[in-house]
């Protein structure tokens, strides 16, 4: 059985874009359960690249943005925005 997908284990520095986008897209994908094939295979990616994306390995395209963000059935704008403190458990 594989293992349970746990929440992003920082919090991003607000001024670093790649670790906002790579905070949400991991959080979004645990809170659906589901694992980083999953999420792959729902945007039409490669596993390993959304993994290099959750580890800021890679500069994401505007086009793969939007494909991660539909399939996390969220607005685009979401995934780029800084987290507020307060509210994110």
């Not at 920082?10 to 645990?30: E, G, H, Q, T």
């Not at 659906?32 to 959304?50: F, H, M, P």
């Amino acid at each position: 059985m594989p293992a349970k997908p746990s929440p992003p284990p920082f919090f991003p520095d607000p001024s670093n874009l790649r670790a906002i986008l790579a905070y949400w897209i991991r959080l979004r994908r645990v809170e659906k359960g589901w694992s980083q094939e999953r999420l792959a295979l729902e945007c039409e990616l490669d596993r390993t690249y959304v993994s290099a994306v959750e580890r800021l390995r890679w500069n994401v395209s505007l086009s793969n943005i939007e494909r991660l963000a539909r399939a996390l059935e969220v607005p685009v704008w979401s995934l780029l925005k800084p987290p507020d403190q307060e509210s994110v458990v």
